[in-house]
């Protein structure tokens, strides 16, 4: 992206959104709080505006007014006003996902049907005196031509709103009589009775054509309005999101209600940033964090160690904070929250300017699956502090692999032909690639593995291990003192081929029925200590090399969370970074490392995760020792973003050596070179 002439969207962006209680509306005071989001460090504003309720005296029939609008004023154009005062953008949210049911009692060709042709009701058993909220249909006119393209056109014209935001624009489950002509029109078919035999582009094509309809709308008025659309990591498609928008948001929320034993992953917000900037010449991906441990606790904010580490892993991996929170500074009881969004957005302002244009380094690319696969080798990648890129397989041609010394294809991975001449390709001309798991039977890729065709698969396997062979094994590296590691699940029974495949690690088959792993214990000895069974296979291409691992390493690192897997994997990367890894720095359990640069200066995010989440107390690091290769530059200045100290470094052997003395929840380190 040019960053000579760029609009306000496209600068560093610093977003707060007061999510509105109607009832709550004759507590806001446009200037005061204009002032709140200023002294809190926003410099754009996300407000209600349209959709569920106007908040604004519309004219669009069928556009549900908020009851508890002021009548002496015009509320939105104040507000509008006092933001633009303070110089905070003005974003208006909308949300045509729902209306009341007067209008559908009125129009009930609009609202989504389940199976039944029932229409979909939202919060019936809500207490108090509200009216039933309905779900509309994405592909029906009230999401469309009578009241979203209508509304959107009240808004620009009559209002000096800088953006527009929408929420909750996606694909609502519906059987009505529009939906399933529309499908059949598209796939010759009749809409399935079950969801999960839906055509796989369905929904979003639904979404597509819906955003297609406001999009052209919005850049029909003439006037510079950037539209947002939300990405999802799991289940969209980013290319379809991205043209119909301008810029792009994600919601990793932290959904501590979902109990313990649920708690989201630690890497969700780096992933979902990952996969944002994942796409060339797009502006810097909003990352939306809500401030509250789960909806249905929303009046309460999350412990603020734990929101603090979770709202630092976004502009860490090259985000915009977006901060999602219940009410205006004046009614929300957990002050908690607004000191943790204020200090957490003074330490942002510090940043931003440098990470402004500024480019992802990586010597290590992870194609995404959106599966558990991907999760366990993201988990590994982070937590051994390996920077990376997440690549999706439209996205994997040889001119972008060539970027990368290491491609990790996780098992799941659909090995199409064009993506198996492309590795293929890749790894001849120096690459390295490292595949695991279940893998189809093809000709090409067997070849480049170093394996035969004659593969079985093993029932899954309890009380098995890996054994490493050989000495000096590369893949044993801190673990020169263990033979054995763990290992569980099913292996792809494989032959290695080439004269030159090396097998570095072999199964050791399972001990015992797992009922009798510990009874009686003299019994305890391994039937067969040795096979010839392959778990690591390390097979040379042209320049470059493959490492193919019969089982799933993911899995293990998924379930058990066990360092010598995590260990494992380091070893396996270091393998094809060898001696042009880039940057080193002390491993901790937790710990999150990224590199960007930009003109003559490097940039090191380090993010402190450390302990038992959710995340009670920050615990500090103490003498993060970070290793740089200088490629013949020569360093000027090494200092702390964020605490503004400086810090003394060492050259020498064309390495820079740092010391971060501590690390209490984020630092960058900007690193400049003469």
């Not at 014209?157 to 009505?176: E, S, V």
């Not at 010394?405 to 064009?418: A, F, K, N, Q, W």
């Amino acid at each position: 992206m040019d960053t000579t002439n760029k609009s306000w969207w496209q600068k560093p962006l610093r977003v707060i959104q007061p999510n509105l209680q109607v009832r709550d509306t004759d507590q806001i005071d446009p200037q005061e709080l204009a002032a709140q989001m200023k002294d809190m460090g926003a410099n754009t504003i996300v407000f209600n505006v349209g959709g569920i309720y106007g908040w604004y005296p519309s004219k669009v029939k069928f556009h549900t007014l908020n009851e508890f609008l002021p009548t002496s004023f015009d509320l939105l154009k104040e507000v509008i006003e006092a933001c633009h005062q303070q110089d905070i953008r003005f974003i208006a949210r909308v949300d045509f996902s729902k209306a009341e049911d007067s209008i559908y009692l009125q129009r009930p060709e609009w609202f989504a049907r389940d199976l039944q042709g029932e229409p979909i009701t939202i919060g019936a058993k809500r207490p108090g005196n509200w009216s039933l909220l309905m779900s509309t249909c994405i592909n029906s006119a009230y999401r469309n031509e009578a009241v979203a393209i209508p509304v959107l056109q009240e808004i620009i014209d009559n209002y000096d709103i800088d953006g527009i935001f929408f929420n909750a624009p996606n694909y609502t489950l519906c059987y009505c009589e529009a939906c399933r002509r529309k499908y059949t029109n598209l796939y010759g078919t009749e809409m399935p009775t079950e969801r999960k035999a839906f055509e796989p582009a369905w929904e979003s094509t639904c979404l597509r054509d819906n955003m297609d309809n406001l999009y052209t709308m919005i850049k029909q008025t003439g006037k510079d309005i950037p539209m947002i659309l939300y990405y999802n990591l799991y289940h969209d498609n980013l290319f379809d999101r991205a043209e119909t928008t301008d810029m792009l948001c994600t919601e990793p929320q932290d959904i501590l209600s979902l109990g313990h034993h649920h708690i989201p992953e630690f890497w969700k917000p780096a992933l979902s940033m990952k996969m944002g900037r994942s796409l060339p010449d797009r502006p810097t991906p909003f990352g939306i964090v809500h401030s509250s441990p789960g909806m249905d606790w929303r009046h309460t904010g999350l412990p603020p160690a734990e929101y603090s580490f979770w709202l630092s892993q976004i502009p860490a991996h090259g985000g915009s904070i977006w901060h999602s929170l219940t009410g205006i500074p004046n009614t929300i009881g957990d002050k908690r929250i607004l000191d943790v969004v204020k200090n957490f957005n003074i330490s942002v302002e510090k940043v931003e300017n440098y990470m402004d244009g500024a480019a992802p380094v990586a010597q290590i690319a992870m194609m995404w699956t959106a599966d558990a696969s991907a999760e366990g080798w993201a988990d590994g990648l982070i937590n051994m502090q390996i920077p990376f890129d997440v690549l999706l397989e439209a996205q994997a041609t040889t001119d972008k692999l060539s970027h990368y010394r290491g491609l990790v294809i996780p098992e799941g991975m659909e090995y199409s032909d064009s993506f198996i001449a492309n590795i293929s390709e890749y790894v001849h001309a120096g690459g390295h690639i490292f595949a695991e798991g279940a893998i189809p039977n093809h000709p090409s890729l067997l070849k480049l593995l170093g394996i035969s065709e004659d593969m079985y698969t093993s029932e899954s396997l309890l009380a098995s291990y890996l054994r490493f062979e050989g000495a000096d094994n590369p893949l044993q590296k801190g673990l020169e003192h263990t033979e054995l590691i763990a290992h569980r699940g099913k292996v792809n029974y494989v032959k290695p081929t080439g004269a030159d495949t090396q097998v570095l690690a072999t199964l050791v088959p399972p001990f015992s029925p797992l009922e009798s792993v510990g009874a009686p214990p003299e019994r305890a000895s391994l039937p067969v200590s040795h096979t010839d069974l392959p778990l690591a296979v390390w097979n040379p291409s042209g320049k470059g090399h493959a490492m193919y691992l019969p089982f799933s390493l993911s899995q293990l690192i998924n379930e058990f969370k066990l360092g010598e897997h995590y260990q494992f994997l380091s070893n396996a990367i270091d393998m094809a970074l060898a001696e042009h890894k880039f940057i080193e720095v002390s491993n901790f359990q937790g710990l999150q490392m990224t590199v960007f640069e930009k003109d003559k200066t490097l940039l090191v995010h380090l993010v402190n995760g450390v302990g038992k989440r959710p995340l009670s107390t920050n615990i500090p690091l103490h003498q993060i020792e970070v290793s740089i290769r200088l490629k013949g530059k020569s360093v000027k200045a090494v200092k702390q973003l964020i605490s503004g100290q400086p810090l003394e470094f060492e050259s020498k052997q064309d390495k820079l050596a740092v010391s971060v003395p501590k690390l209490d929840i984020w630092e960058c380190l900007l690193i400049e070179f003469e």
